[in-house]
Structures are given as C-alpha cells and as structure tokens.
C-alpha cells in the first residue's frame, strides 16, 4: 500500500473525510452491549491523515461512543492486542476526544467533504435500522457522485439505503462486506464457549445473504483476508482487517 504523497503537508485544500460510527447499542440476540470496531475508525483515520485529509468524526445521534470490547487493543482476551495503530489512537487524549463527542450526522454538510466512510462494529446490525438520518446522508453522498464507503458491519447500511427512484443503492453493485464464513466463524466461537445457545446466531441477519437478496454482486476475498472493492463511487470493504485497504480505495478515488 502506497500512501506517499510530496505535496500532502502544504496542501492548499486538503480533501475532508466524514467518517461515521455507531452509537452504542445492545445486541437483541445475545444482550451484550455493541458499539463499533475500533480498527475501521483507527485504520482509515491513519491513512487519511497521512494523506494530509482532514477527518471528522459523527455518529448517527451524536454524543459518546463505544468500541466493543474485542476491538480493544487493552482488552483481557487479547484479541486485538498486535492492532499497534488503534492502541496509538487511544493512547492519544485529543483523538479519543473526538470519540467521546461525536457530532451528530445532521451536522454533516455535502458541500464540507469529499466522502464519507461508515465504520462497522457489531452496533450497526442492531442500530442502523432507525438511522434514518445517516442513511439518508450516504445516499445524498452516493448520489452527488462523492465518495461513499462503508465497512464491515458497516455496510448494513445498504440493506436500508434506497435511491431518490425507489431502487436499492446496492442492486447491481459490486460489493462486498463481513461474509457469510466470518459469520460461521463467529457463530462457532461463541457456541464452542456455551455463550449462545446453538438455535441461537451472533447476528439477527446476514450481509452477505441480503446484500444478494437485493440484487448486489456479493464477492469476498475469503476468512478473514483484508479485502475492498470500488463500484463508481461506492466502495466497500469486507471486514475489521480491511480498513487500510477500503481507505486506499478511497484516496485513489479522490485523486489525491
């Protein structure tokens, strides 16, 4: 991945990036709270940023947000603790600043950025059924030929996003997003531990099944393997390994 850029420092008009978190929910099939991963916030946020872009950080209703806790480079299980970059972030007082107060997405102007980057986490799946405000937004975004891009469980956004004629965002778009194998993966590794019943899924729908279901190209690059993919000005990435790569995307897409 190639971020060099000799002109980023004294950019006369650096190019803004929103990127969008989940305000922090409960899973209505396990009870744990959720909220969103911290690698598709820390990941972009560092690429952006080397790129000289300015980012901003909003949330669906503003305010406070949580990561959930697997994302946590600090976090007891150690599943997260090589992600250096995220504990870099968190390290930072004036970046986890901006975590604690996120502006709503209301407060997003088209006019003020030149794309918007959902980050994913398990909240989206459980929240962004009533964003309406954030999907809105995307599609404004989307449809003003900007860049619009989501993440992850970020991407449950397109099962919501619809375009001023009615159709699905996603029909006919190439797109990809967390996969059905990742959800298996997920389902086992909870079932192994007896923390959900087996009649009982880590999620109450499926990505890549919907996403289909509407009329999408699903594609995905396999268990866990970072991966992105660029319809127009729709971009994608596959899951909480891919935020380098979906920010990559859309710099190039920018131009800049």
Same mark, same amino acid.
Request: with cysteine; charged share 25%.
């Given at each position: 991945m190639s971020?060099?850029?000799?002109? /980023?420092?004294? %950019? $006369?008009?650096?190019?803004?990036? $929103?990127?969008?978190?989940?305000?922090? $929910?409960?899973?209505?099939?396990?009870?744990?709270?959720?909220?969103?991963w911290w690698s598709e916030l820390t990941h972009p946020y560092f690429a952006f940023s080397e790129q000289?872009?300015?980012?901003?950080?909003?949330?669906?209703?503003?305010? #406070?947000c949580e990561a959930d806790s697997l994302s946590d480079p600090r976090d007891p299980s150690g599943y997260s603790k090589t992600d250096l970059i995220s504990m870099g972030f968190i390290a930072t007082p004036e970046?986890? %600043?901006?975590?604690? *107060?996120?502006?709503?997405?209301?407060?997003? #102007?088209?006019?003020?950025? =030149?794309?918007?980057?959902v980050a994913g986490g398990q909240s989206p799946m459980f929240s962004f059924d009533t964003a309406d405000g954030l999907v809105a937004k995307f599609v404004e975004f989307y449809e003003a030929g900007k860049v619009a891009a989501a993440l992850?469980?970020?991407?449950?956004?397109? #099962?919501? %996003?619809?375009?001023?004629?009615?159709?699905?965002?996603a029909k006919g778009k190439t797109v990809t997003g967390?996969?059905?194998?990742?959800? =298996?993966?997920? =389902?086992?590794a909870v079932w192994s531990m007896n923390l959900l019943?087996?009649?009982?899924?880590?999620?109450?729908? /499926?990505?890549?099944?919907?996403?289909?279901s509407m009329g999408a190209n699903f594609i995905q690059a396999g268990l866990w393997r970072s991966?992105?993919? /660029? =319809?127009? *000005?729709?971009?994608?990435?596959q899951q909480n390994f891919s935020g380098m790569e979906t920010a990559e995307l859309v710099i190039e897409a920018l131009g800049a």
């Open positions: 971020l060099k850029n000799p002109n /980023r420092v004294h %950019a $006369a008009k650096p190019k803004r990036v $929103a990127i969008v978190l989940a305000n922090p $929910a409960t899973s209505t099939t396990t009870g744990w709270p959720v909220g969103f000289g872009y300015e980012v901003a950080l909003f949330s669906p209703e503003g305010g #406070k970046l986890m %600043a901006l975590v604690e *107060n996120t502006q709503p997405v209301s407060a997003i #102007k088209l006019d003020a950025f =030149d794309a918007i980057l992850c469980h970020g991407v449950a956004i397109l #099962k919501y %996003a619809r375009l001023s004629n009615g159709e699905f965002l967390f996969a059905n194998v990742e959800e =298996d993966f997920a =389902d086992e019943p087996k009649d009982k899924h880590v999620m109450p729908w /499926r990505i890549e099944d919907t996403l289909k991966f992105s993919v /660029r =319809d127009g *000005n729709l971009i994608t990435g």
